[in-house]
């Protein structure tokens, strides 16, 4: 059998574009997810009138952080944020996994658990708006609406806003390879 000396060489090219295609392919689906975080999130808070709208990034088995914000002021920003360590635990992620939207007119007189109740104060939340971003696979993220300067009354129309943007988002063909 004769190998043609080109042959090794036509092989590690052919790897080296697929390895860069494959890296191509990643990137697009990145900028494509980047995207439609970035337009849910300013629309929510927009539409809601809110100070901040954020999406909590779930990496491992409950501890994430807050990966994209939308802000009525720089001031507001919480980028970056990966919560109260023992606030978040496995009784939390399970009512959010069953599809639990929760919405928090006022933080001082909601009865909600002290360690919640000073995190919260510590990002300057006031009011406080989450929905579950649920995949197949389990709980993604948290797509989280806070607003700053006050109490805040949400409507029925706010909560579906917010479970439309998480689904939105939960629906993603880049989201659920990711």
């Known amino acids: 059998m004769q190998i043609h000396p080109d042959s090794k060489f036509n092989q ?22 980047n995207e439609l975080v970035r337009q849910t999130t300013n629309q929510l808070r927009e539409s809601l009138q809110v100070d901040r709208v954020v999406l909590y990034y779930f ?12 802000l009525s002021s720089q001031e507001f920003s919480i980028l970056g944020s990966t919560g109260p360590d023992d606030c978040f635990n496995n ?9 639990r939207v929760k919405a928090i007119a006022d933080i001082e007189l ?8 000073d995190f919260l104060r510590s990002m300057q939340v006031r009011a406080n708006l989450v929905a579950p971003i649920v995949i197949p696979r389990g709980l993604w993220g948290l797509l989280v609406a806070h607003h700053c300067q006050g109490p805040h009354d949400w409507s029925p129309s706010d909560i579906e806003m917010m479970q439309i943007g ?3 988002l939960a629906t993603d063909r880049n989201i659920l390879e990711s």
Do not use: K, M
């Open 91 to 99: 009784e939390y992620a399970a009512l959010y996994l069953a599809g």
């Open 166 to 168: 998480a689904q939105t």
């Open 12 to 33: 590690n090219r052919d790897r080296r574009e697929q390895g860069l295609q494959n890296l191509l392919d990643r990137l697009v689906r990145s900028i494509e997810q």
């Open 59 to 70: 990496y491992g088995q409950w501890e994430g952080q807050v990966t994209f914000e939308s």
């Open 110 to 117: 909601e009865p909600i658990e002290a360690c919640h109740r």
